[in-house]
């Protein structure tokens, strides 16, 4: 059974500032979600195609799962295509280009949930900053209640003093956060060598299973959010 509200949920990967972690997130949220057996479609609109080309190795939960590249001009017709279907997925994961542009505004506020990666560091805590107020003035201006979460991402387990600095001043802004962070891992960078995430690695190891646990924490979060607060329908 599905864990959301609504079917499809809408989840965007939102920061305009390239490599801060969107595509990664986006296929391990995939990849965890689709091994639960739930029915998962990416919006890929990001001209590079990333999720694109990683799917393109996928093997595995290929009816589960199914990427579209889209241009960003064709973005809204296409979502108005998934959220109208008559069986419609679980989940609808959008993966936005790491630059600013209208289509970033327009998938914030057709989500149920925004989701944004940052690495621990000033550059990255300040575009976090600067889409989670774009979110609120979205909410504003249209009446919407979407909320959002910063995803820790990149973090280095001997938490050095720069990271401990980042956490503190993430708090002192008061942005919202998971208490989850995805770890410098080498499963979530081979994803993209492989075509396979975590949850569908078919030779587990003890940095396998650390990964899944990480993600596995990640979508308890998750989900706990969606059984707490009340989301707006999708446009
Ligand atoms: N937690 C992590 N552990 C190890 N490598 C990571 C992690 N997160 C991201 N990476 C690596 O960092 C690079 C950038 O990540 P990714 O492509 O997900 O960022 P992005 O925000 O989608 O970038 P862009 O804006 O260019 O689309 C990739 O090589 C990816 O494999
Ligand atoms: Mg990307």
């Known amino acids: 059974m599905s864990p959301f509200p609504h079917r499809p949920t809408v989840i ?28 998962v479609h990416i919006i890929d609109l990001d001209e590079n195609q990333t999720v694109q080309r990683w799917f393109n190795r996928h093997q595995t939960s290929r009816a589960a799962l199914t990427v579209t590249a889209v241009a960003p001009a064709d973005f809204t017709a296409h979502l108005k295509d998934i959220v109208g279907h008559p069986n419609p997925p679980d989940l609808v994961l959008i993966d936005v280009a790491g630059v600013y542009e209208k289509a970033l505004l327009q998938a914030m506020g057709r989500s149920h949930l925004v989701i944004i990666p940052a690495q621990p560091s000033e550059p990255d805590i300040h575009e976090a900053t600067k889409i989670v107020r774009d979110l609120a003035d979205l909410n504003d201006n249209f009446g919407g209640s979407v909320p959002y979460r910063l995803l ?22 008061g942005l919202q956060r998971f208490d989850t962070v995805m770890h410098k891992r080498a499963p979530y960078r081979e994803a993209f060598m492989t075509g396979q995430t975590p949850h ?3 030779e587990p190891s003890p940095s396998i299973d650390k990964a899944r646990a990480e993600l596995d924490a990640l979508a308890t979060e998750i989900t706990d959010l969606f059984a707490t607060t009340s989301v707006k329908e999708a446009a």
């Open 12 to 39: 965007t990967i939102a920061s305009s500032k390239g490599g801060v972690g969107k595509s990664t997130a986006c296929i391990m949220l995939a990849g965890l979600f689709t091994a639960r057996g739930l029915g």
């Open 152 to 173: 820790l991402n990149l973090f280095e387990p001997l938490d050095p003093h720069y990271q401990r600095h980042s956490v503190s001043e993430i708090a002192r802004l």
């Open 200 to 202: 569908h690695a078919t």
